[in-house]
């Protein structure tokens, strides 16, 4: 889900491995899981590349473009 | 007669004319001593007295004629030598001495006259000091009054000679001893008096015996000496006899060298007098004259004061000038030296110093920043991949890829044994490669 | 906002880096507090910068112009 | 304003530049201040300068002009 | 005025060094005071060389002059 | 006036310097003070000098000329 | 006058010295007094320079008067 968290989708990838791993699912379990984990797997992938294009756009920023920007922090 | 061999009786007349033989012609002349008592002079001018000694006494009598010329007068007390007779005064029945002459024992008739006149002159007062005129300060003509040949005139003349005294002499010559030498002396004396010539007198002689001094002792020359309004000078004899002109006199000289002495040594006393005082009336208005100036000058150069004191308010004023000036100096200085210390403090001070720290915390931080976002992302990528790969490794599709192919169900089941299904049935097959619908033919081994 | 300080901002910043330090966030929050770090960082920046600039220019006219032109300072 | 007197302007500096080195100051305050201080700073700058010049001009007075002309000091 | 007298002259002069030296005027005070001290000085100094100027006059005519002109002082 | 004495003038110029020594008297005062004390200097001096060549001449002719007068001193 | 004798005349040259030397005269009178003196000194020096040294003797003529010799004392 969009609102499934990187970390949430890494662990369930992790408990997918390792019950994989166990060996002790049928095939159309393991086929199932498989499955699962491939979907969080993508997830997290996404995830992190979105994290690395993000960071790369606010350094490319901070570097240049942002100083310009009108900027006001917002209260923490 | 032998007026005891029978009793004759005389009358007391016969007695006594008898005695009176005896005595007066035993007693004619005779010298006798003794103490003068009940000594009186009536106006008879018979003098009366009685002689005595301690142990007896006798009558004297002496008649006018010869009183007068006795040269002292006798009194009570006195001793008497008297030369005379003794003769018998009837009346009475008493003896006594007519007296022919009378001298004082132990003196010479002559001391004694000296001494009563002296005597008696004092008491009248001729020798009183008050009488006595003082000597001309400046006599200018001296009269002499002595003998014209005598030592007296010479020594004057010599001391006058040697002493180069400008003086004039007037002599007036006189006797100056023996019978009539006193009334000349006198008159000398009056005369000069009414000629009026002369300043002072010199009266005197050079020295002999008493009875060549005689003259001035007597009366008359005292009185003359007295007399004189010209001040007497007298000079007698020899300086240890002394005259009763002596005592009269204005002045005693011892001599008539002394007497001419005192009236030079007079002259040039004054002349040094005159000319000292001449010097004091110099002295004193010059040094007067003298006193002023000095004074006058040193008031003068106390006047030079304002000078100094110009001086040293000048002083005074330059100091303070450049004190004023020094102040302001000062004062912009001070003020000058706090602001730069200020001013370079404050440039010491500016935000540069500041801003820069805070870019260094700045980049620090933003570089930490940056860091650990991409240590983060780096670690969970890490991660990621690990378990990615591991998931790889486990895919069922390797079983599946060596062509075994899972059959499901129409209602999903995986179909493990042929006892779920029935022929017909629809089986989807996922292969390796995607899935294939497939419908059971057949079944068999239904048991196995 | 306008009001916001560059010592507060500076002040975020540091916990923002702490934060991320900690590694106790989330990929997402890291991202997040990464994005407003680079906020404040360039907002300190800005700041620093407009300092400097300020400061220059006071320099400058201090040196020079500034003493020419009127100045009545105000009672304080 | 054209009141404001030196030494009042030479205390505010003063002021000014203990707030400076007690390090208390904000960045912003820290501006501020060196900026008034500059200000005042300038001032007295000024003023001295004239004060100065004016010390000049009276000393030199002084030396010759002055004593020529009348003067009859006022009583105190 | 050209009543002042010397003495007063002085004496405010010395009270305006005093006040100069004790260092306790403002800037502009301390100018002022200067001015007016400089004109104390002049003043006291032209009395002084008038002072100087008739003394000199006097001391000439007493050396010399003086003595052959008629003078009668008057009564005290 | 002429008929000032000696001693009076004498007496004020011994006043004079008196008061001048005692530094009491002001510029101007001391300067009267001095004026009037060398007129009476002056005063004093010349009668002094009178006063010589009187006793001058009274002595040249006591010398010389003046015994061969006719004198007679009159009765004091 | 010609009857003033020698001895007034010196007595009153002393007192002029006494009443000069007790310095109680002014000037004035200190030169009148002097002149006095000088007068009276050359009166008494006049008398005193008269006298000659002169030796005579008085004869009394029969009919009493007086006539003056000049008079040569024998020697012895």
Known sequence: MATEKFETSLKKLEEIVRRLESGSLSLEDSLKAFE????????????LDEAERRVEVLLKRKDGTFAREPFEPEEG | MDIFAEKTILTVSRLTALLRGVLEENFEQVWVQGEVSNLSLPSSGHLYFTLKDTGAQL??????????????????????????????YDQRGEYQLICEYLEPAGVGALQMAFMQLKERLAKEGLFDEGHKQPLPTFPRRIGVITSATGAAIHDILNVLKRRFASLEILLYPVRVQGEGAAPEIGRAIDDMNRLGLVDVLIV????????????????VVARAVYRSKLPVISAVGHETDWTICDFVADLRAPTPSAAAELVVASSLELRGQ?????????????????????????????????????????????????????????????????????????????????TERF?????????????????????????????????????????????????????????????????????????FHGTAICRVEELENRNA
Chains 1, 3, 4, 5, 6, 7 share one sequence.
Request: hydrophobic share 40%; net charge positive.
């Open chain 2, 359 to 431: 870019q260094q915390q700045l980049a620090m931080l933003s570089h930490q920043l940056e860091r650990q976002l991409r240590d983060k992302i780096q670690q969970e990528k890490h991660a990621f991949g690990s378990v990615a790969a591991r998931l790889e490794v486990l895919s069922p599709l390797r079983t599946l890829s060596r062509g075994y192919a899972i059959a499901a169900a129409s209602d999903g089941t995986v179909v493990t044994t042929v006892a779920q299904l029935t022929e017909g049935d629809r089986l989807k097959l996922q292969l």
């Open chain 2, 59 to 88: 009558r004297c009598v002496m008649f006018k004629g010869a009183v007068k010329n006795l040269k002292f007068r006798p009194a009570d007390g006195m001793a008497l030598i008297a030369r005379g007779r003794i003769s018998v």
């Open chain 2, 274 to 354: 005159l000319d000292a005082l001449s010097h004091h009336l110099r002295m004193a208005l010059e040094s007067r004259l003298a006193a002023l100036n000095a004074r006058v000058d040193a008031l003068r150069r106390s006047l030079h004061d304002p000078s100094t004191m110009l001086g040293h308010l000048a002083q005074r004023v330059d100091d303070l000038s450049e004190r004023l000036e020094m102040a302001l100096e000062n004062t912009t200085l001070h003020r000058r030296e706090r602001f730069e210390r200020l001013r370079s403090v404050l440039l010491f001070h500016s935000p540069d110093r500041q």
């Open chain 2, 204 to 219: 005197g002689r050079g020295g002999g015996s008493l009875e060549d001094l005689w003259a001035f002792n007597e009366e």
């Open chain 1, 36 to 47: 699962e984990g491939v979907k969080h797997s993508s997830f997290c992938a996404k995830k």
